[in-house]
């Protein structure tokens, strides 16, 4: 590191934080990005340069980084009552809101909630909460999780063995009883000749083989984002969710939708089970619930799944697990407000609205020689780089080509992410026209600086 870095922002992050998922030689070689406020989509860092966040930090700062209405909520609910549990029979007004609004803009007809301050924990819940509910059912065997290669549901050890990363294996992750199914990325696991619909029922036929040979008596439920999202941005094959939902339902097994980055608008509706046309049993929501700004993560029990939990909590008289800060008052009426600006402030309309727009830069960028597939739903998508395209051969993994781009991107004023060979997108709801044109011209010109270096 250059000595004009000792004191600077960038030596003191590196000095005095222990990173995670970051890929170490490029904080050194590059150092940090150090920020200290945000503009609508843009983040500002230390020395005053200006980045459009094409990711909206981590999926998450939907509405932008400095919605004043967010604030203001924050700041009224602060001031009243800034901080309280909800465990021994005690909560706050605004939990109570929050959990009645919950179900009543998910997809189910009646159902209950619990809070947790992020996603993973909230996977990691319904997970115990299946557990539970299986043991008080008089089914103590049913504990096996099923998810598939390439979901991503977290880092607690629970959540970590739902995500099918081979990363995960540097912890001596998955703990027994996690399993995980396929991909159903047809356009990177396709086989020769066959048709997509084939594809599908491939991936059905898989299930039910598992569900079978491991003994459905044993599976607890099965977990799936309805687009995987840090996977990279994978939409499940056609008809995916039509295929495994009715083998779920025949074993009787609970399906849980993955909703923390899918959630509140991302892929046009307001739940990315309603854009795939499935209902599930349970929703885990985050990161957009409070638009990135307070820690918070939710269960909600769809109405069956609610009434058998309930009574099995009422048979030994407490559901022994919760958070310090579950149901957050401060967190609560902050994901009150950002329901309604997302739902009723023009932001859902924006993401229709700017969704052919995306989709059209995508395509044109997949036009490249070097990116071998655009996919996306609503306002989340990927371009995937590839050395050949025709046999869709991806670039040595010592190239780093991602990493490339998303570097050449940071040096535009862009921040795009890097995930296998793919640069993710995943705009706030907020951007306007002009934005995503600014956004796609920078990672334009990244992939044509990159590949004319590697390729
Ligand atoms: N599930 C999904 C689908 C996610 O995308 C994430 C975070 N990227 C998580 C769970 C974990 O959430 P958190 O990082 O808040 O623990």
Known sequence: MPDDRTNSWEARAEASSFYGFTDLPTVHSRGTVVLTHGEGPYVVDVHGRRYLDANSGLWNMVAGFDHPGLIEAAQAQYARFPGYHAFFGRMSDQTVMLSEKLVEVSPFERGRVFYTNSGSEANDTMVKMLWFLHAAEGNPQRRKILTRWNGYHGVTAVSASMTGKPYNSVFGLPLPGFLHLSCPHYWRFGQEGESEAEFTQRMAKELEATIIKEGPETIAGFFAEPVMGAGGVIPPSSGYFQAVVP???????????????????????????????????????????????????????????????????????????????????????????????????GLLENVRALTPRFEAGLARLAEKPNIGEWRGKGLMGAVEAVKDKATKTPFAGDLSVSERIANACTDAGLICRPLGQAVVLCPAFVMTEAQMDEMFDKLDSALDKVFAEVA
């Open 247 to 345: 083998i779920l339902r025949k074993y009787g097994i609970p399906i849980i939708s993955d909703e923390v980055i899918t959630g509140f608008g991302r892929t046009g509706e307001v739940w990315g089970c309603e854009t795939f046309d499935f209902v599930p049993d349970a929703i885990i929501s985050s990161k957009n619930l409070t638009a990135g700004f307070f820690p918070m993560g939710a269960v909600i029990l769809g109405p069956e799944l609610s009434d058998r939990m309930q009574a099995a909590a009422e048979a030994i008289e407490e559901f022994p697990h919760g958070f310090t800060a579950s149901g957050h008052p401060v967190g609560c009426a902050i994901a009150l407000k950002a329901i309604d600006v997302v739902m009723n402030e």
